[in-house]
Nanobody, 124 residues
């Protein structure tokens, strides 16, 4: 079993930055594909970014490329999401997820483990 705990969310003004962290416990995540999803009120959970087990491959949803960056530190069993130039439409609960697949997958049902989420609110 893998337990995931997100942190780093909060209230930020438009144009600001936040760095989310996802700390894993119970098992090393060095062999897991990791990803960030988000869910805004009244909307479905959507893929934000994913990273392969080694960190060699990363994927971001097209609208967020160049703005959001996923990274990982397997020695610390932690995954990060750096979010820059934030906009009000980025407001959502952000979730960390882990999967044993060898490629980065983008559908929520494909992930085995989830954190509880961290709220990100971007004000105008």
């Amino acid at each position: 079993q893998v337990q995931l705990v997100e942190s780093g969310g909060g209230l930020v003004q438009a144009g600001g930055s936040l760095r989310l962290s996802c700390a894993a416990s119970g098992r090393t995540i060095s062999s897991y594909t990791m990803a960030w999803f988000r869910q805004a009120p009244g909307k479905e959970r959507e893929f934000v970014a994913g990273i392969s087990w080694s960190g060699a491959r990363t994927y971001s949803t097209d609208s967020l490329k160049g703005r959001f960056t996923i990274s990982r530190d397997n020695a610390k069993n932690t995954v990060y999401l750096q979010m820059n130039s934030l906009k009000p439409e980025h407001t959502a609960v952000y979730y960390c997820a882990a999967d044993t697949s060898v490629v980065v997958v983008t559908k929520p049902y494909e992930y085995d483990y989830w954190g509880q989420g961290t709220q990100v609110t971007v004000s105008t």
